[in-house]
């Protein structure tokens, strides 16, 4: 039976998709009064990395996208069956085209102007499937307007006004579904691209201030105060920047009144990349994060005009870090986001990663960049993070049904942390969340404590029952997921060594349990899903309901 929650998001999911088709049907009854503005203002930059590799590869017929690649000899690709969703999202969202920045040449822009006018040809009139998604949409009229001198140059008056006209009627789509368009990441991107049109594509004074007062408002309503994204994924505050930063400078270029909270926003955002990023550079794996080129995270880091030692907590965002040394371990500390911002939330309550000097040592296995939906939902589960998973089930639970997205409809209601700072210079965190009391009548309690010197790391899990005791048995595990990159080499029964390619070595331990090395898949390489290796230790309510476990460098 729907608990009342589900069935409340499902009415709401239902309500929301008939505004949309009832806002495009409005949208193609009027759609010959769209008018083509005579010339764009400016072309925004892209920051986002660019790969001359690619922009031949499509010159030659060939679009390596989504960890795929599809062979059209030449023709269009918007002719042939796509290899899958997430090369569709890549190709009909155009962010390809900065590629093709890369030599500014007449071959590069010919091949450009012809997908793009086939896209017109094919998809411009037809209102309908991923092509014209809210979120493709939106990445599609940034990636536009970014790389319209590629896509123009020796243009043709007739393609010019066509594509100026097209642009005009995506603007007035995405002005539409506004009101409607998921909450978070997706509508936020969607005001960026209103935003960057209002100040890119002539238009009227009243219009450019109501596209900023928008942007206003996602920055209050989707930024915590300590910088954080409401949905909790580490990385959704660098895709915004990688669109926002560009936006501040257009704006800033044309000398226009810059939206009030656009420059505040950026500075807040920062701080909470500086929180979630590793020693190696690349972010933590919470709630849907993937792997990160670095080339992105370090063209952004050049903007930072807030530089400063990373938090020691994101009171906000509910997250956790330690640091001493060359050592830094992030713990998830807080409750999944509610409703339709769980979408791409995880079951990873306490979980944490650990690196040291250039490496990760311990981490989740966190999202792929271009599975499919089969591999994102196992991504998602408790088993896919460093924490316990009580009788193999996650500690929250996600809805049954396509129809609203899998969102996270039960589970972790409530997460206590305590956080104290020891007379010998241990850091130690203490946390527990009742995500398994209702079903398993236990709560699950960790205690993670960093040295002084950052050298040794202990770890404490247990169940207790905060209701007096219950009958039978609870099964855990502890499950601690190894970097690819890292060699594991079993010592004993209570111990195993992990090597970093390097040389440093840590030394994992839990006296009095005996530890199982197991086969692992890491769903976030940024080459795709790859194998690992993790670390179990098996423990059980009421027999031995604690566990302790160390990790120590020791070279």
């Known amino acids: 039976m729907w608990s009342g929650r589900f069935s409340t998001l499902y009415m709401g999911e239902a ?39 690619v922009a031949e590869e499509i010159l030659n017929g060939r679009f390596p996208l989504a960890g795929r690649l599809l062979e059209t000899g030449g023709k269009s690709p918007f002719n042939f069956s796509l290899p899958s969703r997430s090369f569709a999202v890549r190709l009909h969202s155009f962010g390809w085209l900065r590629h093709m ?54 243009a043709d008056h007739g393609f010019y006004r066509r594509f100026l006209r097209s642009l005009a009627f995506q603007v007035r789509f995405l002005r539409a579904m506004a009101k409607h368009a998921p909450p978070g990441e997706v509508r936020f991107r969607l005001r ?64 226009h009144d810059l939206p009030q909270k656009l420059i505040s ?42 530089a ?15 640091a001493a040394g060359r050592t830094v371990v992030i713990a998830d500390t807080g409750l999944p986001p509610a409703g339709g911002l769980s979408r791409t939330a995880h079951a ?13 040592f311990l981490v989740n296995a966190g999202s792929p960049k271009f599975a499919g939906r089969r591999y994102v939902q196992i991504a998602r589960t408790t088993a896919a993070h460093t924490t316990v998973t009580v009788d193999d089930t996650s500690s929250s639970r996600f809805a049954p049904s396509d129809f609203v997205s899998n969102v996270i ?41 960093l040295n002084a010197t950052g050298l040794i790391i202990t770890g404490c899990d247990r169940l207790t029952t905060p209701e007096g005791k219950i009958e039978g048995s ?39 349990s005996e530890l199982l090395v197991a086969e692992d898949v890491f769903f976030a390489d940024a080459s795709g899903i790859c194998g690992s290796d993790q670390i179990e230790i098996a423990f059980s309510y009421p027999d031995r309901p604690e566990i302790r476990w160390f990790l120590s460098r020791k070279s």
């Not at 933590?284 to 005009?305: I, K």
């Not at 400063?308 to 330690?322: I, T, V």
């Not at 855990?476 to 440093?504: C, W, Y």
């Open 308 to 322: 400063g030692d990373p938090f020691k907590a994101m009171p906000h965002s509910r997250y956790q870090r330690l």
């Open 409 to 449: 409809t039960d589970g972790v209601k409530t997460v206590s942390v305590d956080r104290v700072l020891a007379d010998d210079g241990r850091d130690v965190i203490k946390a527990s969340h009742d995500g398994y009391l209702e079903a398993y009548g236990v709560l699950h309690e960790r205690e993670l404590t």
């Open 192 to 255: 960026i691209a209103l935003a960057m049109a209002s100040i890119a594509m002539p238009t009227r004074a009243g219009v450019l201030r109501r596209a900023a007062e928008a942007l206003d408002q996602e920055f209050d309503s989707q930024i915590l105060p300590d910088g954080g994204h409401i949905s909790r994924n580490p990385r959704v505050g660098l895709e915004l920047l990688l669109d926002l930063l560009p936006l501040r400078q257009t704006y800033v270029n044309l000398g």
């Open 15 to 53: 309500w929301r998709r008939a505004m949309c088709r009832g806002a495009i049907l409005r949208l193609r009854l009027f759609r010959h009064t769209v008018k083509a503005p005579e010339r764009l203002t400016v072309a925004p930059t892209d920051l986002r990395a660019v790969d001359p590799h």
């Open 474 to 512: 609870v099964r855990a595990i502890a499950r601690f997921h190894v970097h690819p990159s890292i060699n594991l080499k079993q010592i004993d029964k209570e111990s195993v060594m992990l090597t970093a390619p390097d040389g440093e070595t840590w030394l994992f331990s839990s006296p009095g």
């Open 101 to 154: 920045r890369t030599r500014k040449s007449d071959l590069h822009s010919s091949v450009a102007r012809s997908i793009v006018n086939n896209w017109l040809s094919l998809h411009g009139g037809r209102i309908e499937g991923i092509a014209w998604e809210i979120d493709v949409t939106a990445q599609r009229v940034i990636a536009w307007l970014s790389h319209s001198p590629v896509v123009l140059h020796n």
């Open 348 to 360: 990873g309550c306490l979980s944490f990663e650990m690196s040291s000097g250039r490496h990760r």
């Open 265 to 306: 926003g950026i500075d807040r955002i920062y701080p909470a990349l500086r929180f979630f990023r590793h020693q190696d550079g690349d972010l933590a794996l919470f709630n849907g994060a993937t792997s990160t080129l670095a080339t992105e995270l370090m063209s952004l880091l050049r903007y930072d005009e807030s």
